[in-house]
């Protein structure tokens, strides 16, 4: 293989990305909100961690755990949590298809049909969890 | 008579390290393309302005710039969809630059070759038994990743790229998935080495905006993606499955 010659370092101009790359384009920034959401999904998981280790330590511990989500500063904290969530599971069921390719023998399912049947899981996933969570 | 302001990037080493802006006020016509405003200034304003073009029907891949901050083949962009505005045109980001709109190609054309992007056989066959036959639903496994030109406006637009150089990158990772979903083909396992290293898939962060902006529309986030799972997929089969299928 012969490698590409590039012209001498010193004669290239060598354009450097600018910190604010992100806001320049809608799409970019959009992107961000995702990537960002995920630290919201994370930080609902270490909230419920530290329930299950507060369930650990008996049930006053645990109360007071409760108490704790009940207070308008942790209610707005998840309504936000609740709104990136969200967005972080549409924009991944969005994904899907161009992500998963189904193929039934030597045919390709239309990407429509696994955008649905994502939204499907989803909703029962999300059904069954709620009626074991609150119903139950 | 109607006229549109194209403001150029100028970028001469011999002059100068840094580059510098220069606008034209040229006659306007509603069926220009921003590569027709380029090369009536290089013909009748300033035969100094540097700018590679080649096919001028958005083949060839090679009068892909920056237009008002997007990553377009020029051929392709009418001045209409500006006008009465003015046209910033710029050198594909994220390369350097050898001269005013021209950008060192090198770095994309060394990945390329990494990749193989031909045909590889564990064995070939011998000539008088024919071609190797392929079905229309094989063909349609990789076939849109086979429209690439090459024009790395993809690159321009992944700020994966843009921030670390040394990243595969989205049409490079592309035409290997091409040839690796191609029925013909047998050098996975090679090309596996290339994509599946820390440069190639996993630095990508799905951005998506390669194939938002990508001319032919090729999809090379989904090509990338779908690289991931089945190398994913690969690597825990070997870890179960350790005698092979």
């Known amino acids: ?17 600018s910190f604010w790359w992100w806001l320049q384009k809608r799409n970019y920034f959009l992107f961000m909100v995702r990537e960002l959401s995920a630290v919201f999904v994370g930080l609902f998981a270490l909230i419920s961690l530290v329930g299950v280790y507060r369930l650990s330590q008996g049930e006053d511990t645990y109360q007071l755990y409760l108490n704790a989500l009940q207070t308008p500063s942790a209610q707005v904290l998840f309504v936000v949590i609740l709104l990136f969530s969200l967005y972080h599971t549409l924009t991944w069921i969005h994904l899907t298809p161009m992500i998963m390719v189904v193929r039934i023998g030597s045919k390709t399912v239309p990407p429509i049909l696994v955008l649905i049947a994502s939204y499907l899981a989803w909703i029962v996933i999300s059904l069954i969890l709620f009626y074991l969570l609150l119903v139950n | 008579m109607s006229t549109i302001k194209i403001t150029v ?26 590569l027709d405003a380029l090369n009536y200034i290089k013909n009748h ?34 001045l209409r969809d500006y006008y009465p505005g003015e046209v910033q045109v710029d050198p594909l980001a994220h390369f350097p630059v050898i001269r005013d709109l021209v950008i060192d190609m ?31 639903d094989e063909l349609n496994l990789y076939k849109q990743f086979s429209m690439c030109i090459n024009c790395m406006i993809c690159y321009s637009a992944c700020p994966v790229y843009g921030h670390d150089q040394s990243f595969l990158g989205p049409a490079a990772i592309a035409l290997a998935h091409r040839y690796n979903m191609d029925s013909r083909d047998e050098g ?13 898939i996993w630095e990508c962060t799905f951005v998506g905006e390669c194939t938002r902006v990508c001319p032919e529309h090729v999809d090379p986030a989904a090509a990338i993606q779908r690289s991931k799972v089945q190398l994913t997929k690969e690597y825990f089969l070997s870890w179960m499955w350790p005698w092979g299928n």
């Open chain 1, 1 to 17: 293989m012969n490698p590409q010659k590039s012209p001498p370092e010193d004669l290239l101009y060598r354009p450097h990305m």
């Open chain 2, 188 to 200: 996975q396992d090679q090309r596996a080495e290339i994509i599946g290293s820390h440069e190639g």
């Open chain 2, 106 to 136: 090198s770095d994309f054309m060394d990945k390329l070759l990494e990749i193989k992007p031909w045909i590889i056989r564990s064995e070939e066959k011998p000539l008088e038994e024919g071609e190797y036959l392929q079905s229309p």
């Open chain 2, 9 to 34: 990037t100028r970028y001469n080493p011999e002059t100068s390290s840094e580059p510098f802006t220069q606008s034209y006020t040229i006659p306007y016509k509603e069926d220009m393309v921003v």
């Open chain 2, 45 to 78: 304003v300033d035969g100094t302005l540097t700018h590679r073009w080649s096919c001028r029907m958005g083949v060839c891949g090679s009068c892909g710039m920056m237009v008002n901050g997007d990553a377009k083949l020029t051929c392709a962009t009418f």
